[in-house]
Structure formats: C-alpha cells, structure tokens
C-alpha cells in the first residue's frame, strides 16, 4: 500500500516527487464525494485543497489511510480532531506561500492608503483629480498583525523598510518579538492600532471574530485588511462600521460567502452588505489569490512533498 489519491489540482512537482520517492500517485481533479468514498481503501494517502470536506464520514470510510496533505495553509477543509483520534497525520504547507500572501498584503496595504483603484479608474476616463486622490504614508502609524505565524511574519518582514511601529498578538504564542515585531497583548492593538491585518486560520473561535463589538473596541477608527480567511469578518458589520466611520477602509482577498473551493460566492448567501462594500470607494477586493501566485503554487507542492516524504521514511512507509 503505497497508493495516493490527488482529488485536487496540483503542481506537477507534487506528483513526480512523490513518485520519485516510491508512492504511486492517482489523480482525480473531479472525483466527486461518494466516489471517494467508494475507493478510499485503496489508499494510504490523500492530497486535497479545499474542494471538498474530509470529515467524520469520509474518515470512517479510509481503513488504510495513513496521512492527508493539504496543498496550502487553512485546514478547515479537514476534520483533523478526528484524523487524530484515527491516527492519521494531518499536513498543509503554509511555508509555500507565505512570500506571496506577504507581498500581497502590502500590495493591498499600499492601494488602500493611496486610492490606487479609484484614481486608476478616474484616469481610464480621462479624469485627473489629485488632490482628492491624496493619499497617506505607512511611515509613523501602528500596523497591528492578528496571528504571528507564517502568514503573519512574512507580512511583517515585509513592513520592515517602511518605518512602521509593527505589534502584533497572537492568542497561542508567546516570546515571538523580533526585529520586525512587538509581542503586544489585545488591549494594545485596541489602544493603538491605526492599521489592523488579519492572519489567522478559521476555526470555531476564530469565525466572525471581527464583528461590531470587536470594531468598536478600537480607540482610533483602522484600516482593515483581510487575506486569512472571509467567515472571520462579520461582512453586515464591516459595511455599518465604513459607514459610521470607524473604519476608514477595507481591502478583501477574502470574503464570507466564498464557496469551499473559494472559486465562486455562494449567491444565496450574498447579503446587502456586500453590494454595499461592492460600490464603495473605501472597499478594495482580490478574489483569493494573496497566496496564488505561479512561484506559490511549486513551492506550496515542494513543501508538502517534503514533508510526507520525510515523514513516511521515519514511518517505515518507503
């Protein structure tokens, strides 16, 4: 039993080095979910993304498995309390596209401070307003980092040139100051933060974390950026909080309506609010791609890779 099931796209580096290392590999990019179900004995590993979930059901159905890889960084797309109650390893890879999300961050920082969308529009048109395209300077204000793990450091390693004051808080790590970054508490990045950037995976504790009580507890009125996960921002209450003015604007990679491929929006689920932010000038959105970028997508494979590999040969697998 050295088979493993690819039911996701993934760079073909992914594929050759498992083989290279003696897996044998099958790919079913459109496998559906009863068909996994199905053949999943036949397997001692799984590579998913995000397609579709791997949880109680499908487990009970893996007798053989021995370890699921995600091919990214969230893991909400598996049960991994349960994988671990079966003993099956649980990996993602979020060291392969931690560069990307980083650069992204500052990319979406960079166009909310300077109206870039807007005044790119304008010009399109013929119009060239400058003043009321004025923008602000990162230099000087207080950048507050939500989660210091990859996501999060790379962001912050990045800031360093801009001459920032960088805090961040991080619920399950302690110690973590550096030369990119102050350990703070919650009620600092309260106390100072002009800018707030997201960097935490979604977990019931984290799932609309940022909601009308949590804007309000800011002492100053923030700019917010999300490249984590959309269901962590309450999307109703972020529209009421650019409103009223608490925050002064937004950049989404993220959105709360995304499917679990984060391909499409669940259109049931659209609320007004996001058409609100959809026509506002102090909303800017990508469509989930802070970490896709071509270099992300080998190295997210190559991660991974190494990891089962290296894994498995201390398993006695190969």
């Known amino acids: 039993m050295h088979k493993i099931l690819f039911i996701d796209d993934a760079h073909p580096i992914l594929q050759k080095t498992l083989e290279d290392s003696g ?46 890889g995600r091919i990214g960084a969230g893991m909400e797309s598996i049960d991994t309390v349960y994988a671990a109650e079966k003993n099956i390893k649980c990996f993602n890879s979020p ?68 001459e920032a004051h960088v805090i961040a808080y991080d619920k399950y790590k302690t110690g973590f100051s550096d030369s990119f970054v102050t350990e703070v508490q919650m009620h600092e990045v309260f106390e100072n933060a002009d800018i707030l950037s997201l960097h935490i995976p979604l977990t019931s504790e984290t799932r609309y974390l940022v909601d009308a009580k949590y804007l309000q507890s800011f002492n100053k009125n923030i700019w917010l950026i999300n490249t984590a996960r959309g269901p962590i921002v309450n999307t109703i209450d ?72 290296c894994w498995s040969k201390l398993q006695n697998i190969i």
Not at 41 to 53: A, C, F, K, T
Not at 240 to 267: C, H, P, Q, R, W
Not at 285 to 304: I, N, R
Request: overall charge negative; proline content about 1%.
């Open 95 to 162: 060291e392969g596209n931690r560069d990307a999300v980083g650069e992204h961050t500052i990319m979406l920082l960079l166009a909310l401070l300077n109206k870039l969308i807007i005044a790119d529009a304008q010009i399109h048109y013929g119009i060239r307003e400058r003043e009321s395209n004025r923008g602000l300077e990162i230099k000087g204000k207080t950048v507050a980092i939500i989660g210091y793990g990859n996501m999060g450091k790379a962001f912050a390693q990045r800031l360093s040139g801009f």
């Open 238 to 309: 972020l529209a009421e909080a650019i409103k009223n003015g608490k925050v002064l604007g937004t950049a989404l990679d993220v959105i709360e309506y995304e499917n679990t491929s984060f391909e499409t929006l669940d259109n049931s689920l659209i609320s007004e609010a996001y058409s609100y932010l959809l026509g506002s000038e102090k909303a800017i959105f990508t469509p989930h791609v802070a970490g896709w970028t071509h270099e992300s997508k080998e190295k997210l494979a190559q991660v991974l890779a190494d990891k089962i590999i």
């Open 23 to 68: 897996f044998n590999v099958d790919i079913s990019p459109d496998i559906s979910r009863e068909q996994i179900r199905d053949i999943i004995n036949n397997y001692i590993g799984v590579i998913i993304r995000s397609r579709i979930l791997f949880d109680k059901d499908l487990f009970d159905s893996a007798n053989n498995l021995r370890f699921i």
